[in-house]
Protein backbone atom coordinates (compact mmCIF):
# COMPACT_ATOMS: atom_id res chain seq x y z
CA UNK A 1 0.00 0.00 0.00
CA UNK A 2 1.20 3.61 -0.36
CA UNK A 3 2.85 5.00 2.62
CA UNK A 4 4.16 8.73 2.51
CA UNK A 5 6.57 7.85 6.36
CA UNK A 6 7.89 11.38 7.79
CA UNK A 7 10.60 11.77 10.33
CA UNK A 8 13.14 14.33 11.69
CA UNK A 9 11.05 16.13 13.75
CA UNK A 10 11.78 16.85 17.57
CA UNK A 11 12.79 19.75 19.79
CA UNK A 12 14.95 22.68 19.05
CA UNK A 13 15.90 25.73 20.72
CA UNK A 14 15.18 29.01 18.20
CA UNK A 15 18.14 29.55 15.77
CA UNK A 16 18.76 25.57 15.50
CA UNK A 17 18.41 23.41 12.57
CA UNK A 18 16.43 20.60 11.43
CA UNK A 19 16.03 18.29 8.69
CA UNK A 20 13.07 15.83 8.19
CA UNK A 21 12.86 13.46 5.66
CA UNK A 22 9.30 11.78 4.16
CA UNK A 23 10.10 8.25 2.69
CA UNK A 24 7.75 7.00 0.55
CA UNK A 25 6.63 3.49 -0.20
CA UNK A 26 3.49 1.92 -3.49
CA UNK A 27 4.34 4.75 -5.46
CA UNK A 28 5.92 5.69 -8.19
CA UNK A 29 7.46 8.67 -6.64
CA UNK A 30 9.10 10.42 -10.13
CA UNK A 31 5.58 10.95 -10.87
CA UNK A 32 4.13 13.08 -7.99
CA UNK A 33 5.16 16.51 -6.93
CA UNK A 34 5.93 16.46 -3.02
CA UNK A 35 5.21 18.96 -0.82
CA UNK A 36 5.11 19.70 3.15
CA UNK A 37 2.24 21.30 4.76
CA UNK A 38 2.71 22.10 7.96
CA UNK A 39 -0.33 22.72 11.27
CA UNK A 40 0.01 24.73 14.40
CA UNK A 41 -2.22 24.25 17.21
CA UNK A 42 -5.75 26.37 16.46
CA UNK A 43 -4.58 27.08 12.98
CA UNK A 44 -5.33 26.12 9.30
CA UNK A 45 -3.36 23.55 7.70
CA UNK A 46 -0.65 25.28 5.52
CA UNK A 47 1.34 24.69 2.14
CA UNK A 48 5.18 24.82 2.98
CA UNK A 49 6.41 24.29 -0.10
CA UNK A 50 7.08 21.51 -3.20
CA UNK A 51 9.62 20.13 -4.93
CA UNK A 52 8.51 19.20 -8.58
CA UNK A 53 9.11 16.27 -10.26
CA UNK A 54 12.10 17.16 -12.41
CA UNK A 55 13.63 18.00 -8.80
CA UNK A 56 15.21 21.32 -9.64
CA UNK A 57 12.07 23.53 -8.79
CA UNK A 58 10.72 24.54 -6.16
CA UNK A 59 7.95 26.74 -4.57
CA UNK A 60 8.06 27.65 -0.61
CA UNK A 61 5.78 29.88 1.11
CA UNK A 62 6.73 33.38 1.74
CA UNK A 63 6.84 32.16 5.67
CA UNK A 64 9.76 30.26 5.42
CA UNK A 65 11.93 31.53 2.28
CA UNK A 66 15.19 31.69 2.67
CA UNK A 67 15.42 29.41 6.01
CA UNK A 68 13.84 26.46 4.41
CA UNK A 69 14.56 24.35 1.01
CA UNK A 70 13.32 21.18 -0.14
CA UNK A 71 15.08 18.43 -2.20
CA UNK A 72 14.14 14.90 -3.25
CA UNK A 73 16.39 11.87 -4.20
CA UNK A 74 13.90 9.89 -6.75
CA UNK A 75 16.54 6.85 -6.76
CA UNK A 76 15.99 6.82 -2.75
CA UNK A 77 11.82 7.59 -3.17
CA UNK A 78 12.73 10.75 -0.38
CA UNK A 79 11.67 13.68 -0.21
CA UNK A 80 13.44 16.15 2.43
CA UNK A 81 12.91 19.15 4.18
CA UNK A 82 16.11 21.96 5.39
CA UNK A 83 15.08 24.11 8.22
CA UNK A 84 17.21 26.44 9.50
CA UNK A 85 17.32 29.20 11.53
CA UNK A 86 13.96 28.20 12.81
CA UNK A 87 11.70 30.14 14.97
CA UNK A 88 9.18 29.67 17.70
CA UNK A 89 6.06 30.10 15.08
CA UNK A 90 7.57 26.88 12.97
CA UNK A 91 6.30 25.06 15.89
CA UNK A 92 3.95 22.60 14.15
CA UNK A 93 3.03 19.33 12.80
CA UNK A 94 4.51 18.66 9.61
CA UNK A 95 3.50 16.63 6.48
CA UNK A 96 4.75 14.71 3.53
CA UNK A 97 2.70 15.31 0.66
CA UNK A 98 2.10 13.70 -2.77
CA UNK A 99 0.38 15.83 -5.78
CA UNK A 100 -0.58 14.21 -9.06
CA UNK A 101 0.28 15.77 -11.74
CA UNK A 102 -1.97 19.11 -13.14
CA UNK A 103 -3.93 19.20 -9.89
CA UNK A 104 -4.35 22.14 -7.78
CA UNK A 105 -1.59 22.57 -4.85
CA UNK A 106 -4.48 22.79 -2.30
CA UNK A 107 -5.36 20.57 0.57
CA UNK A 108 -8.15 18.86 -1.20
CA UNK A 109 -6.45 17.90 -4.15
CA UNK A 110 -3.55 15.78 -1.77
CA UNK A 111 -3.71 11.74 -3.24
CA UNK A 112 -1.62 10.65 -0.34
CA UNK A 113 -0.82 12.44 3.32
CA UNK A 114 1.54 11.61 5.88
CA UNK A 115 0.98 11.02 9.16
CA UNK A 116 3.21 14.06 10.40
CA UNK A 117 5.98 14.50 12.50
CA UNK A 118 6.00 16.96 15.50
CA UNK A 119 8.55 20.23 15.41
CA UNK A 120 8.44 22.33 17.89
CA UNK A 121 10.64 25.52 18.61
CA UNK A 122 11.61 26.96 22.10
CA UNK A 123 12.44 30.45 22.76
Known amino acids: QVQLAESGGGLVQAGGSLRLSCAAS????????MSWFRQAPGKEREFVGI????????SVADSVKGRFTISRDNAKNTMYLQMNSLKPEDTAVYYC????????????????WGQGTQVTVSS
Open 97 to 112: AAFRPWTSLTPDQVAY
Open 26 to 33: GLIFSSYR
Open 51 to 58: MYRSGGLT
